[in-house]
């Protein structure tokens, strides 16, 4: 009597256990399907943050030409002095679809516009270092939230300014807002896709919303410019910029308990910036940058100037080049995931497209003909971020430790040394040598920097480092970010698993789980 009463009690205690084991796991299922929803929504979020800073960066355009305008005494109107492209307000000719950057008529005010464009990639430049460190300790999605806020605050400040210094300061804010915006963004889409494919395809839907901006961002505003007046455009855009920030603010409060709990400290910035292989990278997505960074302020008076080109035809310019940089970021995600070991042959063969587009700009002689190596630069360069941008989250976490911060930190870095220098330098460039000699060098430039990208030829047979997050998961969860990290792994190891073979019990658990690593942090070997 007593052993059925003992195996009775063994089996309560048995089905209670497998009772709670199976709510666990419900639980944990549960967890994850949020936390997978989250993570797209983040993406939303980021990706709007991305497409509201590169529509500002490009809305002002068909507007500056009214400043100048008042600063000689104008009243405001444009007239015959407007800028060539389409962009003067005088005549009611103004076009819809402006130039990139309107040349001005003086000397000292071509100056003060070259200034302000470029003050924003300046400061960006300048902020870059300290926030991709400052992200690294605080995490996410404070300093993006802060981006936000700033850069809601420049876009107001757009909107109401009424003299030049006050644009260069919202100009210049701008460029604050942007260091801790873009780079914690990009950040954050790393950290939460930290497997492949789905990284490289959330880091091209990413891309595909800068240059969606960009190249939208001329027609809105003289759209709205020409229809509403010249504050309507920023506070549209001041009102997205809000709405981001309280979506993010509803899905990951910067400052809810335990945001950075068990997370690993990043490496140090400097340390990074010396690593040969990021240096590379960083050196790729600075050189492929500059064609469209210096012919954006000089290709419209060139056009004007050679071929005669209409005011239409200027303001169209840059448009069609949108379909090939979505059409390189597809293709590019595409070959990544059939072929993810070439990713440097995708940034090289960009590479190689960009310099012969730019080769070959000189010698078009009308509209049709210089649209077709514009597309070309686009297509390019959408080539070389969507193959190298996940390089750079692939060396960290293989090299470094896996935050991304700081490595995102320095490929804006890479990114504003173009777009700081082009509209100050071009314009020299093209009085002292020409516009031809210009291209000339930017793409004798790209190709001869195709080759250097061999050196990441052997980068995807790198062993994954010991580092701390591997040590913290490890000695097991202790928190819902590990448990939800733990459980992807043991998916994607699963999946990786030949079929019919099976393991049971804590060792494979504990392999599939966190693998068996023998590296410390800063170490790597070949496999």
């Keep these: 009597m007593s052993e059925t009463g003992g195996a009775g009690r063994a089996r309560a205690a048995v089905a209670r256990l497998s009772e709670a084991v ?44 009214d400043y100048i ?39 000292n005010e071509d100056v003060q516009i070259g200034v302000l464009f470029a003050s924003k990639a300046m400061l960006q430049l300048l902020v870059n270092p300290l926030s991709g460190t400052l992200i690294d300790r605080v995490g996410y999605e404070a300093p993006l939230l802060a981006g936000l806020a700033v850069m809601f605050l420049s876009t107001v400040t757009f909107a109401f300014a009424e003299n030049y210094a006050t644009l260069f300061a919202a100009r210049s804010l701008q460029g604050l807002g942007s ?43 003289g759209v709205l410019y020409e229809f509403a007046g010249k504050r309507v455009p920023f ?51 600075a050189t492929c940058n500059i064609p469209l960074a210096f012919l954006e302020p000089t290709i419209a008076n060139w056009m004007k100037e050679s071929m005669g080109a209409s005011e239409w035809e200027v303001g169209l310019t840059w448009l069609p ?7 390189g970021v597809y293709v590019t995600v595409r070959l990544a995931t059939a072929y993810p070991h070439l990713q440097w042959f995708y940034g090289a063969l960009g590479m190689a497209i960009i310099g012969a587009s730019s080769c070959l700009v000189p010698a078009c002689r009308n509209f049709g003909q210089v649209i077709i190596p514009l597309c070309g630069i686009c297509f390019g360069i959408a080539l070389v971020d969507t193959a190298l941008l996940p390089t750079l989250a692939f060396l960290v976490d293989v090299r470094h430790v896996s935050v991304y911060g700081s490595v995102y930190a320095i490929a804006d870095i890479s990114y504003c040394v173009a777009y700081a220098l082009g509209p100050i330098v071009a314009g020299q460039i093209v009085h002292t040598m020409g516009f031809a000699q210009l291209n000339l060098g930017m793409g004798l430039a790209n190709v001869l920097y195709a080759p250097v990208l061999l050196f990441l030829k052997n980068v995807c047979q790198m062993k994954p480092s010991h580092s701390e997050r591997n040590i913290l998961l490890e000695e097991g969860p202790k928190g819902l970010y590990d448990t ?21 019990g804590t060792d494979s658990y504990r392999r599939d789980l966190t693998g068996v690593f023998e590296e410390d942090s800063s170490d790597y070997e070949y496999s």
């Excluded at 855009?237 to 603010?249: H, P, R, S, W, Y």
């Design 321 to 327: 080049a949108f379909f090939p940089h979505v059409l």
């Design 235 to 285: 506070l549209v855009l001041a009102c997205v910029c809000l709405l981001d920030g309280l979506l993010l603010l509803a899905l990951a409060p910067p400052c809810a308990a335990g945001a950075r709990a068990n997370m690993p400290v990043g490496t140090p910035i400097h340390r990074l910036m010396v690593d040969p292989y990021i240096a590379v990278v960083a050196g790729a997505l």
């Design 179 to 221: 260091a801790f915006a873009d780079t914690a963004g990009i950040a954050l889409i790393a950290d939460r896709y930290a497997e492949e494919p789905a990284r490289s395809r959330a880091l091209g839907t990413a891309l595909a919303c800068i240059s969606f901006g960009s190249l939208a961002a001329p027609p809105f505003g």
């Design 69 to 107: 305008a008042a600063m000689r005494g104008g009243g405001g109107t444009a007239g015959p002095a407007a800028p060539a492209g389409g962009n003067g307000s005088g005549g009611g000719n103004r076009s819809l679809l402006p130039a990139r950057y309107p040349p001005a008529a003086g000397g």
């Design 484 to 504: 939800i990290k733990m459980e992807e792994r043991k998916g994607v190891s699963k999946s990786l698993r030949p079929a019919g073979e099976t393991e049971n």
């Design 22 to 65: 199976g709510e666990r796991r419900r639980r944990l299922g549960t967890a994850m399907g949020e936390a997978r929803r989250q993570r797209r929504l983040l993406l939303v979020v980021v990706c709007v943050a991305l497409l509201l800073d590169n529509m500002l960066y490009m809305v002002i355009v068909p507007i500056i030409p």
